[in-house]
Nanobody
């Protein structure tokens, strides 16, 4: 089992940058695929990025491609989402999620929340114009 805790959210002005982190504890981290999601008020949870185990494949949603960068640090059991050129419409609660998958074929598409067994509690990101 894996426990996930996000951090690093907060207020930021439009055009700015923010990096949010996801700390994992529990079972071996390097055989998990990681996902990043967000949910704005009144909207469905949106998949942003999928990182397969050992980060040999990273897939992004079109809405964040070129602006957001997902990464992992296996030894530290950390996942990161670097967010640049933020827009007010990026305001949401951001979540990391984990799926046990020692497969390099995972993350051929960005996927959906049904792929993941483990979730963090979320961190709020608020972008002001």
């Amino acid at each position: 089992q894996v426990q996930l805790v996000e951090s690093g959210g907060g207020p930021v002005q439009a055009g700015g940058s923010l990096r949010i982190s996801c700390a994992a504890s529990g079972r071996t981290f390097d055989i998990y695929a990681m996902g990043w999601f967000r949910q704005a008020p009144g909207k469905e949870r949106e998949a942003l990025a999928c990182i397969n185990y050992r980060a040999s494949r990273i897939t992004y949603a079109d809405s964040v491609k070129g602006r957001f960068t997902a990464s992992i640090h296996i030894a530290r059991k950390m996942a990161y989402l670097q967010m640049n050129t933020l827009k007010p419409e990026d305001t949401a609660v951001y979540y990391c999620a984990a799926h046990w998958s020692p497969s390099s074929d995972f993350c051929t598409v960005v996927g959906g929340q049904g792929w993941y067994e483990y979730w963090g509690q979320g961190t709020q990101v608020t972008v002001s114009s």
